[in-house]
Structure formats: C-alpha cells, structure tokens
C-alpha cells in the first residue's frame, strides 16, 4: 500500500497565531488613522486656528485706520521682507523661541531682515505650559530674542498662548492653573524688560482652558486670533484688539494681521 505522508499542520498554526497577535493592532490603527504628531519646536501661531475655529472670509471695510503686519516662524526660511515692504506691511513679529528647547534657526534673517527694510519689528514666544514653568520660559524667550528696548522700531514680546498641537487642548491644566502659569510668565517678561508682553490667543481656546478669566485685560494688549470678516467676541477684560491675525493665506507669507490704529500707535506700542 501506498505510503502517505501526513501534512504538518505547524505553518497553519503559526500562520493562526501571527493573525491573532495582528489582530489588536489592526484595531488600535483604523484605516487612514496615524499617530504622527508634529514634532516638538514646529508650532506656529495660528497653528490651531483653522482645525478649531475655521475660516469664516476677509475682513470688511472699515473706516477705522488699520496698519498691515506679518507673523513669521522657522517654517517660512528666509522671507522677502522687501517684497512685504512694498505691499504695504509696515510691521511684522518673528518666532523666536518655545518651551525651553528650541530656538527659531532662521530668527536672525526674519528680525534683522524686517527691521532693515523700516519695519517695527517684535519676537514671540510659543508657550508649552506642559514642560517648564511661565518664569523658566520667560527667561528663555528674553535670553534668546525676546528681549525690548526704547529705540522706537521694537515691540514688546509676545506671549503665543494657544491650543497644544502635541496633546491636551489645554497642556494638561485646569482654567486655574492654565491662569497662574500664564501669569508667572508676563510676571517674569515685565521683570526682566519693563514692558507688559502682549498676549497672543483665540476667543474659544482662552474661554476653555482660562474659564474666560479676565485679570490681564488692563495691563496686557490682546492679539486676537480669527480668520473671519471681524474679530467677533473677545476674550474676557479686553474691550478691544490691539492687534488681529485675519488669516494664514495672505500674500508672500500667510500670516497676515492688522494693527488697531496708524503707524504712529503702533510705534508708541514701540516705544511704551
């Protein structure tokens, strides 16, 4: 009789078990699902606002006197400032710093450069309450580009104050801790400059990881983020914007943003 050797059944198995072990992971990364998050020293101001707010057009004709500026970052590189000159751009801040980590590599080019061509010129800070305390990144943001001084073309720091692209909406915090930590940092800016920093953020992330508090309305100019036809409603204790960022398509770079008054409020802002 012929012999008939028996199949073995140890690649089924093993095939069995390689599926089973996959099956998890198949659940934990839908289709089109990823884990990539931006890496840590990307932020940008704005950088949450289309995801959170949207996009609601261009701001409207207004008998109000305004002066165009521009917000830079590392992702821009080296900017043309003379081609925003001569579009009519009269100021402009640049990224200089975040957490205590990272420093903008093109931060020379972009507040040298704007101040070369005439522009008033200022620094901002993206804040990462997460990973060092408001005074340590005071500290960092004024020894590494955030500093001020009187000589009419420079503007106070900036205190970029905003939805967290590597996590918790709110770093982590509640409305008030989110609060003291923001004012350990102006606290330590005014220390070491003697000038109040303004204040970079959104209406609906400053009502949900401030509770909508209202204590820094008297002493620091508000930098409201919305790319609407107006600024809309305003976080609580500011009756006014000192300055708005309208959108992130405008011409040369995206950020595009306008001062609340003529050229001569925004160099008094300068001068303090």
């Known amino acids: 009789m012929p012999v008939h050797k028996r199949r073995s059944r140890a690649p089924r198995l093993v095939a069995a078990a390689l599926a089973l072990t996959a099956l998890p992971l198949l659940a934990a990364h839908p289709a089109g699902a990823t884990d990539a998050a931006p890496a840590r020293g990307t932020a940008h101001m704005g950088m ?8 609601g057009g261009t701001p409207a004709p207004t008998a109000a006197t305004q002066t165009e500026g521009v917000d830079v970052s590392g992702h821009q ?10 579009s009519g751009v009269r100021w402009a801040y640049t990224k200089a ?11 020379a080019q972009q507040y040298n450069g704007s ?3 005439g522009m008033i010129r200022g620094a901002y800070h993206f804040a990462t309450p ?3 305390s408001g005074a340590a990144q005071a500290d960092y943001f004024v020894d590494h ?3 001020w001084s009187r000589d009419g073309k420079t503007l106070p720091g900036t205190l970029d104050i905003e939805w967290n692209p590597y996590g918790d909406a709110c770093y982590g915090k509640s409305a008030d801790g989110m609060v003291s930590w923001i004012r350990d940092f102006l606290n330590r800016y005014k220390a070491r400059t003697g000038r109040d920093a303004v204040l970079y953020t959104a209406t609906s992330w400053w009502t949900q990881c401030t509770g909508d508090y209202g204590g820094f309305g008297a002493t620091n100019p508000l930098w409201i983020a919305r790319y609407a036809s107006s600024v809309g409603t305003l976080p609580a204790g500011w009756s006014f914007q000192t300055m708005w960022q309208y959108t992130s398509s405008g011409p040369t770079v995206g950020d595009h943003d306008k001062f609340n008054g003529a050229l001569d409020r925004v160099r008094a802002l300068a001068n303090g």
């Open 115 to 117: 101040y070369d061509v």
């Open 97 to 107: 710093t975040e957490g205590t980590y990272y420093t903008n590599p093109s931060f």
């Open 145 to 147: 580009g955030g500093g």
């Open 48 to 55: 949450g606002v289309l995801a959170h707010d949207g996009r």
């Open 77 to 86: 590189g080296s900017v043309s400032w003379s081609t925003l000159w001569n």
């Open 130 to 132: 997460d990973t060092t």
